[in-house]
């Protein structure tokens, strides 16, 4: 049996009412025998199922002997004292495995009022039908037993059950017959217990019926519909239970004086509506969660009468407003969570009260002001979370971190103006977790050095200056695990002593001299975006646990070593671009390899590009651009099936694409740029009728490459790491670093090449395509009719090509077209005059011989007609309008066109609009 810790604790804490309720008959020893059919039915029992080498523990059955005649006094089993009938059995957490079938002994056992098989492996066993024969059972508990399927009709027919509990038993159905039946039958129900079964229907009003419930456990039963607020009446019901049912609705009604509530959990529900001051009522309340739901609107000032509450969860909702004084007065609260709501106003002083709070979450709201200068009157607090909010004032870390049991402290991400630190002896012997990121720190703090339990220590966009003092190295020393650093101006950063280090981000500040070689505990080494020179140590290749190396805009010059091969069966992302690296990339260890991301661009490598990326079966993003590459096609690595970016640009890439051998070749590619190398040859039309990625809408592709795009295995890795792909696009001789890739980006950029031939139609069929780049070949022929399908375009480059014929007026077709070039060409004849063709400019049509119409001042003459608009109803210019704004308000075009140099009048004025729009704010903890 598999058993978690967290599952006994849950265990234990499902089995405490029995274990109430068994110390008087175990201390009253029962006078009468046992029934001797009774006793063998009970060791028969024991024979069955009974398997002691399953588990660690002794356990009751252990004790039951063939010898020992009287079988009430073996423990767990429980007599009339009278009849000497077993009225009780607990063989709880007993090491009983295997299914039971209804010939089991056990049911001879027919004066069972109180049966608990909690804590078993029936081996996803249906629950025995004869359980039904039980009669008198009054209490039943099969809770975390592993029993499966649906609860059988016999169950329910039990109508003295005052207890039913068969809670975490993950694949028991009540479908069919279902709850509405159960609680129909069971009206003695007091305590009902369904939680992780598969229910699927709506809570049946009938519950409302069961007037003597005092609790209610459907946690996790796939609830569906509107929850019955008459069940919140029942006048005894202490305990209600129904987080983790996503698909319940439901909102709070007014709760009445003298409600016995206790403990009420809506925990990721889908209730909302908003909290009514009638909540002031449940005066017995003291576990209060609605975390993950749907919550708005203020917090009522009445939750202070709220005073045995203990527990207080209301993260992630959309509470507003301020949060009450009274609060101050839930004096018993230990736990509170208000983070990732709406939150403003300053932080009431009167929480200094609550000196009982380990645990206080405000992050993620809007708050405002100072920290309450008393906070250090918390004293039992363990945990302090209040970042991303709008904080301001003097950061007094000398108070907070007065309080000497804190473990964990995050303030990232506020608005603080400087920071007040605590003396050099002030030493946190629990300290375990501090954010100060974007906090306004301007050295490495001092304290810190004496915190010798730190594990993990964010200082992050910060404008940490100068050279890290020797005493910095002290800080955690034999604890930490994750460091932040990046975004200040550290300039020298060597020693690197910590033994345990997993996660080191020193990107973006100005470190300079040789790498720095981390312990080989580190799963992720990011230093990008500094000044560090000379080799890249073979020592690197010690790294054996390595996940994540990113060196990339340094100077770091010499060869990439060749032993960094070897790790590519931990490795899966290696970034080394924008350095002055040469020579070959290294062969892969036994061709394994986990990469999902490489960008080496922007180096001198040379040679080709090494078949052993073959092996490389999650690659997604493959950039080898601005490097001195010799090689053909790499049509070798189209049965990568994740790869969605291949970069090759300016390199000497050479020779034909030729026809792929295979079918559903790079079935995910969305972005390649094969740019300014020697291919030559015809066009690739036989890839562009297999790039089918290119060909599907995407909905759920609003945010960037991260996370997201990884192949389902390595995503919870990446996700640790977030890490942005970023790349470089060149167009017309503009080169614009994206940062981050929007998803949706389709791109085929094919310029600065030798290719010659006609654009073949099949261009025609690449829907999603956003940017299309064909300039700078010797194609020939006319603009295939094809691209006007191409609706999604933003860019199309035909431009310095040997294009002839007409530009085909159906191409005004394509509204979202913010970048449009053929110049030098052969073409001739009227310029289309609607939709986004009246934004391009002169320079989009030089160089043709014969074209004419506005912009151009060349007039057109008589026979050949301006084409018009394809579509019809508002005028001309009404209409014009409309696209353009179509274009660029639905967000779509910004993240392209921003890299491209654009020169529309109108595309300037509605960048300036919308530029706002690309911001968003980075105030999440990127790298935990
Ligand atoms: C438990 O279930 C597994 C899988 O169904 C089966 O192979 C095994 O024999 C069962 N064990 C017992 C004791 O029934
Ligand atoms: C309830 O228990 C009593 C004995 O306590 C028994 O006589 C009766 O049959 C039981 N009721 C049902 C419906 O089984
Ligand atoms: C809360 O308590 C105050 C007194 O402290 C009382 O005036 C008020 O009516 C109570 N509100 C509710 C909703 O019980
Ligand atoms: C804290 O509680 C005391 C005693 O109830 C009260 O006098 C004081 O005003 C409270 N402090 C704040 C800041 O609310
Ligand atoms: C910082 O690093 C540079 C380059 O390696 C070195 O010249 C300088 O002496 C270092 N400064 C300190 C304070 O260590
Ligand atoms: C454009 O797409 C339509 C519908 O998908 C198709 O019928 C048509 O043939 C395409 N036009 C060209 C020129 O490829």
Redesign the pocket.
Known sequence: MKRTPFDLLVIFLAIIPLHLASPETLLSASPTKCHEQERSALLEFKQSLFHPELCNDLSKPESWKVEDGDCCSWEGVECDEGTGYVTGLDLSQSCLYGPINSKASLFRLTHLQSLNLAFNDFNDSQIPSAIGDLVELTSLNLSLSSFEGQIPSQVLKLTNLTSLDLFRNYRLKLRNPGMETMVQLLTKLEHLDLGFSDVSTPVPDAVANLSSLTSLGLRGCNLQGTFPTTIFELPRLQLLDLGFNPKLSGHLPEFHLHSPIKSLNLWRTNFSGSLPTSLGNLAFLSEFDISHSNFLGNIPSSIGNLTQLTMLNFKDNKLSGEIPSSMGKLVELSYLDLSLNLLSGQIPTSLINLTRLNYLNLSFNILTGPIPENISNLESLDTLYLQSNNLNGILRLDVILKLQDLDSLLLSFNEFSSVIEPNMNASLPNLSTLGLASSNVREFPIFLSSQSGLRWLDLSQNSIY??TPPRFFNVGMSQLEFLNLSRNLI??F?ALKWPILVRLDLRYNDI???LPIPPKSIEYYLISNNKL?GEISQEVCQLSSIGMLDFSKNKLSGIIPPCLGNLSKTLFVLSLNGNDLYGRFPQLQNNVCSLFMIDVSDNQLQGSLPRGLANCSDLVFLNFGYNQIVDTFPSWMGSLSYLKVLILHSNQFHGAIVKPEAHHQFPNLRIVDLSTNNFSGSLPFEYFDMWSAMKIHHTNDDGYYYGSVVPPRLSFALEAGKYDYSMTIINKGISTEYQRILAYLNLIDLSSNNFNGVIPNSVGSLTELRILNLSNNALTGSIPLSLANLTELESLDLSSNKLSGMIPPALARLTFLAFFNVSDNHLFGPIPQANQFDTFENNSYEGNLGLCGVPLTKKCGNPVEAPSAPLSGASAEELNWKIVLMGFGSGLVIGVVMGLNTTSKIERRFLRFYRGWQRRRMHQIRFV
Do not use: A, E, K
């Open positions: 100068g050279p300039t020298n060597t300079q001299g040789l020179s």
